[in-house]
C-alpha cells in the first residue's frame, strides 16, 4: 500500500471535502477536519493542512489536487514548450470511481483557433464548475469542436469487466476514442496527443499493445491534464455531461434520485434494488465488481 502527503490551504481542503462528499466517513480521526475513502484509497485531511492518500491508488488520487510531498513519482514525458498554445487532442474520463452509471470517455481535438472561444467560455477543470455549468458548457463545445465520446453503461461495463480491469478497461477506451476521432478530422494531424494520466505511461503501454488496433502516434501523459491544456478540459467536461444525463436517466427510470459516487447512499440505493429484482436488476445500473455491491447485499 503507497501512501502520498500534500500540503493544502483551508480552501482548497474545503474544495477537497466538496468532491469527496460521496465518499466521507462516519468515524473521526484525531486532529482531522474528514475522512474519505474512495476505491481502496483513504483520504484523510488534518487541521494542520496536510492531507494524507492511503491505498492502492494513492498517488493517483493524490495527483489531481497537487504536488505531493512525498511521492517520488516524475512525469514520465515533458511536454514540449507553449503546450497550452499548440493544436491538441485531449482525453478524459469520468464516472470510474462511481457505483452507479456509466464510465464516459471521450478525446476532443481543440486547434489554435479554438483556444480564444473556449477560453471566453470558461472551460477548465470539471471539477471547478458546478453541474449545471458543465451541462450548458458541453452542448456549445460539442457544436465548436470536434469530438468523440464512449459511454459504457454498467451492463456493458459487467461483461467487460471480468476480461478487463479498470485500467486496462480504460486504456482500451482512450485508444478507441482518440483512434477513431484522429480518423475523423484527417488529413489535419494534432500538434499533441494529451492523456489525462490515470496509469503510469509503462502500464498504458503494456495494455495498449493488446489491442487489435493502437495509436502510434506520439502520446504524452501528465496529471492534470486539463491545467496543461483545454483540449483535455473541453474532454473532461463533455464526458461529466454524459455521465450526469446517464445518472438522470436512470433516476427517471427507477423514480428515485441516482447517487454519484460510491458512498452509503449508494449501498441504500442497491439494497432496495436487490430487494426488486435481485442482482439482475442491480446490473443494470452499477458496476458490480465494487464493494459496494457486498455492502448493499449485507443491508438487504
Known amino acids: 500500500m503507497s501512501s502520498t502527503v500534500l500540503k493544502l490551504s483551508k480552501t482548497e481542503i474545503q474544495k477537497l471535502k466538496s468532491y469527496y462528499t460521496d465518499y466521507l466517513l462516519n468515524k473521526k480521526v484525531p486532529y482531522s477536519e474528514f475522512s474519505a475513502k ?13 492531507v ?29 514548450e507553449n ?5 491538441v487532442l485531449g482525453s478524459d474520463e469520468v464516472g470510474n470511481g462511481s457505483y452507479f452509471g456509466p464510465l464516459c470517455v471521450c478525446a476532443a481535438y481543440v486547434d489554435k483557433e479554438h483556444l480564444p472561444p473556449l477560453k471566453k467560455l470558461g472551460v477548465k477543470d470539471s471539477k471547478m464548475l458546478t453541474d449545471d455549468q458543465i451541462r450548458k458548457m458541453a452542448i456549445t463545445i460539442k457544436k465548436l469542436i470536434p469530438y468523440k465520446l464512449l459511454v459504457v453503461n454498467p451492463e456493458k461495463y ?32 494534432p500538434d499533441a496527443i494529451l492523456i489525462d494520466q490515470f496509469t503510469s505511461e509503462a502500464n498504458y503501454m503494456k495494455y495498449v499493445k ?6 502510434n502516434q506520439k502520446i504524452y501523459f501528465v496529471t492534470k491534464g486539463e491545467q496543461y491544456h483545454l483540449a483535455v478540459a473541453a474532454a473532461s467536461i463533455i464526458s461529466r455531461a454524459s455521465f450526469l444525463e446517464e445518472l438522470d436517466k436512470a433516476s ?18 442497491a439494497a432496495d434494488l436487490i430487494r ?25
Open 38 to 50: 474512495k476505491n481502496g484509497t483513504s483520504i484523510t485531511a488534518y487541521t494542520s493542512g496536510k
Open 52 to 80: 494524507l492518500f492511503q491505498g492502492n491508488n494513492a498517488e493517483q488520487e493524490a495527483a489531481k489536487w497537487g504536488k505531493s510531498e512525498s511521492s517520488t513519482v516524475k512525469k514520465s514525458t515533458s511536454l514540449p
Open 83 to 87: 503546450f497550452s498554445s499548440l493544436s
Open 158 to 189: 459487467n461483461e467487460i469487466q471480468p476480461k478487463y480491469n479498470a485500467v486496462r478497461m480504460k486504456v482500451a477506451l482512450h485508444n478507441q476514442a482518440i483512434r477513431i476521432l484522429l480518423e475523423e478530422i484527417e488529413p489535419v494531424k
Open 210 to 215: 493488446q489491442e487489435a488496433q493502437r495509436v
Open 252 to 269: 427517471v427510470e427507477l423514480g428515485r434520485k441516482v447517487p454519484s459516487g460510491a458512498g452509503k447512499p449508494s449501498d441504500e440505493l
Open 276 to 300: 426488486q429484482g435481485g442482482t439482475e436488476l442491480l446490473s443494470k445500473y452499477v458496476k458490480l465488481h465494487f464493494a459496494n455491491t457486498e455492502k448493499a447485499k449485507k443491508l438487504v
